[in-house]
Every structure is written in C-alpha cells, then in structure tokens.
C-alpha cells in the first residue's frame, strides 16, 4: 500500500551576517511561513483529488450513456456516505498515533475526493437531481432509511468520542468506524455494480468495494497490531439481489 510522504526541504540556503534576519521578532514556535499545517495541506490533496475526479470522467466519459433507478440513486447516496468517510478521516488524523492507519486516513480523504469528483459528473450526466438531497436513501435498494441514518456512518457521539481520545484509543475507535463505514459502502457498491445499468456507474462501483475491503483488511490486520480484535461483518445492510 502506498505511504504518502511529505515534501522536505532538501536544502536551507545560508544566510551572510549583514541578512541576518531578526530571530526576536519570530516566536521559535510558529511555523515557517512556506511550511502549510498538515490539515491544510491534506484538504489541498483533496481538493485537487475532486477536480482530477471531474476531469477524468469529462475525458472518459461515454456518448451515450443510460442510467437506471439504481445508477442514479447509488450515486446520489454514495456522494453523501463518501462525505461521510472524508468526515471522519479528517476528524481523526489531529487524535491518531499509527503511522498505519494515519497513511490509511489520508487515502482514503485523497481517493475518495477523487472518487467524488467523478460522482458529480456523472450525476450531472444522468440530468435526475430528483433524489439528490431529498433526505431518503436506500430506496433504490428496497431499503429505505432517512438520509442522516444511513448504515456506517457516524453519529455525533461517535465525533464526540473520537475529539476526546488521543494515540491509540483514537487509532482504535477509528478503525472500527471507518471497518463499519466501509463495510456499508460495500454493500451499496456491490448491488449498484449488479443492478445497475450504466457500464461506468458500475465499473466505478466493483472499484470501490475492491478498494473498500483491501481496506477493511489492512486496518483488521493493523488492530491485530495494537493487541485488540478484528471487526467482523455485521449485516448492517438487509440487501437483496
């Protein structure tokens, strides 16, 4: 799995005694003015992610394409439990210690911004903005559920656990929230990549449940690593077909 590295600065240029600047007027402990906080720079990654996602599906996308009830409605949700997951990415990375599941978090920010980009354009391209926003999700799976409580995302107490914990009571809580969020993504991409009727809709769903449980297993194997157990399947989502 690939590890993303900061940038370094290779080399420092010297400075002679009459430049000199003034070290008084700089407190030692803020940041140097070409150094962006981390925060900063994963949302830049993600920003730039979600525009490469819509210029990649401007450049490959079909001429003429048809969309079911399934390709619409699996992208439409998709969109807001993708948001979900870049949520909690970003909520935990200021909390998290392992060098791991830290790597994993910012990914699946990157991947996934990019994945969201590529969403929006096709749901631009289906023309039905109609089940966008309109607060009910999984219908087009034969299980409808208000949007807020869509299966594996978290909940506000969820948030609120995760600000409090530092190290690895943060690695651990995310890890099984993001398993149990991946889990649910799963399951939509799964039935979206064999019911829908869109070549791209479904060849971008199989992708993600790929991707999803590589995923799920390399933070099973990681939790493994910190001494606790793995979190197993639980059904969250009833599916049928």
Known sequence: MRTPTARSLDRVPTVT????????????????????PWLRTIALIATIGFACGVIGWL??????P?????????????TEHHSGALTLAFAYLPHGEDPTLTSMAQEIITDQAQELGTMNGLI?????QSTV????SMDWMGHSVPSRSMPGLA???DYTRLAGEQGPPADIDFSKL???????????????ARNGSN????????KMAKTQRFEIHEMNLRRRFLGVHAVHPSGLIPTHG
């Open 17 to 36: 005694d009459t430049e000199q600047p003034d070290d008084a007027t700089r407190n030692p402990s803020e940041p140097l003015p070409w150094r962006l």
């Open 59 to 64: 450049i490959g996308r079909p001429s003429d």
């Open 66 to 78: 048809t969309f079911n009830d399934v390709d619409v409605g699996f992208l439409a949700d998709m």
């Open 124 to 128: 631009a391209q289906a023309g039905d």
């Open 133 to 136: 926003g309109d607060g009910i």
């Open 155 to 157: 909940t506000k107490a």
């Open 178 to 192: 993001m398993i149990r969020h991946h889990e649910a993504g799963i399951e939509m991409a799964g039935y979206a």
């Open 199 to 206: 070549d791209a809709v479904r060849e971008l769903a199989r």
